[in-house]
């Protein structure tokens, strides 16, 4: 059995086309080498609760992602040494339900949890110092909380011709495609632009 109990998620990396990764209810994710199946070639115990999802980033071949029922925490990972993550984003207050990186912006993460907000990370702030009066806004990383789904949000994909838009998608039946700023990934003041209804001829 590849796991203990039911698998949540699996990806590919997009350096290489045998490698891949699955993450599971049995709190582990599992890196695989397809030339041999028989074994992992990695297991990593991530989580004290269930691992949901896993991603690969898109630049760098060695960094990825995994969250999950952990009070929302995500952990950022290099596949060159496992001991122990990067990072840690915790700024979700439930379980992590979908993790992907930016096509366009190497440091750049999505991610979508059941209290219905996405937010928007950027991986390279981690450890920048912060002022008291920004604490309540979410660590340092956190560049965007999308608070308008009325219900869990279950699925989100970037776009892969238009680099700030996203589209996330909830279980009242609902989808919505949303862009930011360009400005967002270039300073502190993280303009946005809220909810694109389809009316932007940049999305047309």
């Given at each position: 059995m590849a796991h203990t109990e039911d698998i949540m998620c699996c990806a590919f990396t997009h350096s290489d086309p045998n490698?891949?990764?699955t993450a599971s209810d049995d709190s582990f994710f599992k890196l695989w080498d397809l030339r041999d199946l028989r074994k992992e070639t990695i297991a990593i115990k991530a989580s004290d609760n269930s691992l949901n999802e896993i991603d690969f980033n898109?630049?760098?071949p060695h960094t990825l992602v995994t969250g999950g029922e952990d009070q929302g925490k995500i952990?950022?990972?290099d596949r060159?040494?496992?001991?122990?993550?990067l990072n840690e984003l915790c700024h979700h207050k439930e379980s992590v339900t979908k993790l992907r990186w930016s096509p366009f912006h190497e440091n750049i993460l999505a991610s979508a949890a059941a209290e219905n907000d996405v937010y928007l990370w950027d991986t390279s702030k981690n450890g920048e110092e912060q002022g008291r009066a920004d604490y309540a806004e979410g660590p340092p990383e956190l560049l965007i909380e999308h608070a308008k789904h009325l219900s869990e949000v279950e699925d989100l994909c970037w776009s892969p011709?238009?680099?700030?838009a996203i589209c996330s998608a909830e279980r009242q039946f609902m989808f919505q495609v949303w862009?930011?700023?360009?400005l967002t990934f270039q300073?502190?003041?993280a303009c946005y632009?809220?909810?694109d209804e389809i009316r932007d001829t940049d999305l047309e």
């Amino acid at each position: 059995m590849a796991h203990t109990e039911d698998i949540m998620c699996c990806a590919f990396t997009h350096s290489d086309p045998n490698v891949m990764g699955t993450a599971s209810d049995d709190s582990f994710f599992k890196l695989w080498d397809l030339r041999d199946l028989r074994k992992e070639t990695i297991a990593i115990k991530a989580s004290d609760n269930s691992l949901n999802e896993i991603d690969f980033n898109c630049v760098h071949p060695h960094t990825l992602v995994t969250g999950g029922e952990d009070q929302g925490k995500i952990s950022v990972w290099d596949r060159r040494n496992l001991k122990t993550s990067l990072n840690e984003l915790c700024h979700h207050k439930e379980s992590v339900t979908k993790l992907r990186w930016s096509p366009f912006h190497e440091n750049i993460l999505a991610s979508a949890a059941a209290e219905n907000d996405v937010y928007l990370w950027d991986t390279s702030k981690n450890g920048e110092e912060q002022g008291r009066a920004d604490y309540a806004e979410g660590p340092p990383e956190l560049l965007i909380e999308h608070a308008k789904h009325l219900s869990e949000v279950e699925d989100l994909c970037w776009s892969p011709n238009h680099p700030m838009a996203i589209c996330s998608a909830e279980r009242q039946f609902m989808f919505q495609v949303w862009k930011c700023s360009p400005l967002t990934f270039q300073n502190e003041l993280a303009c946005y632009e809220g909810l694109d209804e389809i009316r932007d001829t940049d999305l047309e």
